[in-house]
């Protein structure tokens, strides 16, 4: 019969106390990351599994399976599979629960009890009344990507304002002064909308440049191609056109660009495009290729990952009303034509 191991054997083996192996495993108390990792390989090794069993902890990802938010998920694929890795290093397990808008609240509760979901993430959500009723069931949410409850929620965002702000201040070193701004309303991006409009606005006073209010374009239907392009033509058939046009995000930003196409205009030979959320992969040949702010979801899942370790792990309460928001990355995909030589005016 094999010797059964104890907290002793363990803590001879990594040179710590029986006391310090007894707090990783269950993850209580101030214990390096180092260690807890180091004490967990060990425990395996030797075979040690009650301590471990013990300290299994769940975060439940609500992910929706809706067709019109299917094409989320190239875009957060990265964020998902960095917040996995990083609560499985903390010995904390991520679970992906599947919604839809006709499962019932009680039924989703009911699945997350069976998990044991000790807190719950998600992603671009916009039901209020569902937050507010797991919330009150005791389940701490961390909201990712909507700003909307960033004020009521542990919460990790892109910071939109700076990063419209930085993308209009691109196409203005590069030489552009006249820039156009280009949204679209959708109940989903809202706060992201008025926080990039703000951006984007406060880049060009800052430059002491104006936006005209006839620069400002929102489309309620940017999937329709003839009201696209009769709005772009309204735009762009002016004296005083713009040179560069900032779009809300990338799937509005591949429609102007395909319309532009369409009534015979270059990009960037004719006029500049920059958008935001970088959400396409640019990699694929067939995909236009646009000049953006990506949001940096790997470090959105890293971080996340890291107030949930504090949440669940060291039960730091502060961490309840916390937000974090992430700066955006330029990516320079040649959208953007350079203006400040003499010769290159429009």
């Given at each position: 019969?094999?010797?059964?191991?104890?907290?002793?054997?363990?803590?001879?083996?990594?040179?710590?106390?029986?006391?310090?192996?007894?707090?990783?495993?269950?993850?209580?108390?101030?214990?390096?990351?180092?260690?807890?990792?180091?004490?967990?390989?060990?425990?395996?090794?030797?075979?040690?599994?009650?301590?471990?069993?013990?300290?299994?902890k769940t975060v439940g990802l609500l992910f929706s399976i809706e067709q019109n938010w299917a094409y989320l998920w190239v875009f957060i694929q990265v964020f998902i599979e960095?917040?996995?890795?990083?609560?499985?290093?903390?010995?904390?397990?991520?679970?992906?629960?599947?919604?839809?808008?006709?499962?019932?609240?009680?039924?989703?509760?009911?699945?997350?009890?069976?998990?044991?979901?000790?807190?719950?993430?998600?992603?671009?959500?916009?039901?209020?009344?569902?937050?507010?009723?797991?919330?009150?069931?005791?389940i701490p949410i961390l909201v990712v990507m909507n700003n909307k409850y960033q004020d009521r929620y542990l919460s990790v965002c892109n910071d939109d304002f700076q990063g419209?702000?930085?993308?209009?201040?691109?196409?203005?070193?590069?030489?552009?002064?006249?820039?156009?701004?280009?949204?679209?309303?959708?109940?989903?991006?809202?706060?992201?909308?008025?926080?990039?409009?703000?951006?984007?606005?406060?880049?060009?006073?800052?430059?002491?440049?104006?936006?005209?209010?006839?620069?400002?374009?929102?489309?309620?239907?940017?999937?329709?191609?003839?009201?696209?392009?009769?709005?772009?033509?309204?735009?762009?058939?002016?004296?005083?056109?713009?040179?560069?046009?900032?779009?809300?995000?990338?799937?509005?930003?591949?429609?102007?660009?395909?319309?532009?196409?369409?009534?015979?205009?270059?990009?960037?030979?004719?006029?500049?495009?920059?958008?935001?959320?970088?959400?396409?992969?640019?990699?694929?040949?067939?995909?236009?290729?646009?000049?953006?702010?990506?949001?940096?979801?790997?470090?959105?899942?890293?971080?996340?990952?890291?107030?949930?370790?504090?949440?669940?792990?060291?039960?730091?309460?502060?961490?309840?009303?916390?937000?974090?928001?992430?700066?955006?990355?330029?990516?320079?995909?040649?959208?953007?034509?350079?203006?400040?030589?003499?010769?290159?005016?429009?």
């Amino acid at each position: 019969m094999a010797k059964k191991v104890r907290l002793q054997d363990i803590a001879a083996e990594v040179g710590v106390s029986p006391t310090t192996v007894s707090q990783a495993l269950s993850r209580k108390g101030r214990v390096s990351n180092e260690t807890i990792e180091m004490v967990q390989k060990t425990a395996e090794r030797l075979g040690y599994t009650r301590g471990l069993e013990s300290s299994v902890k769940t975060v439940g990802l609500l992910f929706s399976i809706e067709q019109n938010w299917a094409y989320l998920w190239v875009f957060i694929q990265v964020f998902i599979e960095k917040l996995g890795k990083a609560l499985n290093s903390f010995g904390i397990n991520l679970v992906i629960v599947p919604i839809h808008s006709e499962k019932p609240e009680q039924d989703l509760l009911r699945q997350l009890k069976a998990i044991g979901a000790k807190a719950l993430v998600t992603l671009h959500l916009e039901d209020e009344h569902l937050l507010e009723f797991l919330s009150e069931n005791g389940i701490p949410i961390l909201v990712v990507m909507n700003n909307k409850y960033q004020d009521r929620y542990l919460s990790v965002c892109n910071d939109d304002f700076q990063g419209a702000y930085d993308a209009v201040k691109y196409l203005i070193d590069y030489g552009h002064a006249r820039i156009a701004y280009l949204g679209t309303e959708h109940p989903a991006t809202v706060g992201m909308g008025n926080d990039r409009f703000i951006g984007a606005r406060k880049a060009l006073e800052d430059a002491g440049l104006e936006l005209p209010d006839e620069f400002v374009l929102y489309f309620e239907n940017y999937y329709d191609i003839h009201t696209l392009e009769k709005g772009l033509h309204k735009l762009l058939d002016r004296d005083d056109r713009p040179t560069g046009l900032y779009c809300l995000h990338d799937y509005l930003a591949e429609k102007v660009y395909a319309a532009l196409m369409r009534l015979g205009y270059s990009v960037p030979g004719d006029i500049s495009i920059i958008t935001a959320g970088d959400s396409f992969d640019y990699s694929q040949f067939e995909v236009l290729q646009i000049t953006t702010m990506r949001s940096q979801t790997d470090q959105m899942g890293t971080v996340a990952a890291d107030m949930l370790n504090r949440l669940i792990n060291y039960h730091d309460s502060s961490q309840i009303n916390i937000g974090i928001k992430i700066r955006q990355q330029l990516m320079d995909r040649g959208s953007c034509r350079d203006l400040r030589d003499a010769g290159a005016s429009l």
